[in-house]
């Protein structure tokens, strides 16, 4: 967010334009879409909403930017302000991760050994240093196939690491919320009680 940038509170800071995530990985935040959990019109600020593209092909554009943030970094508004109370500040309305060409079925396949996360717990996400840690269960991998559930393990890395180290996206974007993501495989991450 742009009112992180502004602050200097960002591992992002100083990056627009550069690669920040491997080049399968486009993110876009859409106020605009049809019947989205987080469309709207209008922003917090009363000006029109509109598409921006965050990332692009793993190079940051832009980050999203209310009338504040944007001035502060000399930028224009993205039309992202959202209220919270008194309070206006940037805010993402449907975030999503383009789908790829892979189906999850051959992304699964394809993984000699890992985990196939289905949901993940508690907050664990530093975002000055891009540090993350969460707890998470899913399924084992060998060989390509589901080999036993897996619970109360933790996985971690950095997101600027894990980013980079997408390897392929799946084309089965499914929306349950507001972020939208398809499958999608992290080459490497550090797993912990499992």
Not at 54 to 63: A, D, R, S
Not at 89 to 117: C, K
């Amino acid at each position: 967010m742009g009112s992180a940038l502004w602050r200097r509170s960002s591992y992002l800071l100083d990056r627009i334009g550069t690669a920040v995530a491997s080049p399968l990985v486009t993110f876009t935040d859409d106020p605009r879409r049809p019947a989205g959990f987080g469309s709207r019109l209008f922003d917090g600020e009363g000006l029109p909403s509109r598409e921006n593209r965050v990332v692009e092909n793993g190079i940051y554009l832009t980050p999203l930017l209310d009338c504040t943030s944007a001035r502060k970094l000399g930028m224009n508004t993205t039309g992202s302000a959202q209220r919270h109370g008194a309070m206006i500040s940037p805010s993402i309305s449907n975030f999503i991760m383009s789908s790829g060409e892979s189906m999850p079925e051959s992304i699964i396949s394809g993984t000699q050994r890992g985990l196939y996360v289905t949901s993940l717990m508690g907050f664990g996400f530093n975002p000055v240093t891009g540090d993350f840690s969460r707890g998470a269960s899913g399924f084992w991998i060998e060989d390509g196939e589901f080999t036993h559930p897996v619970s109360e393990v933790t996985i971690s890395s950095n997101l600027d690491t894990m980013l980079k180290n997408v390897d392929a996206v799946g084309s089965d974007a499914e929306i349950r919320s507001s972020v939208i993501a398809p499958t999608f495989r992290i080459s490497s991450m550090t797993i912990a009680g499992c």
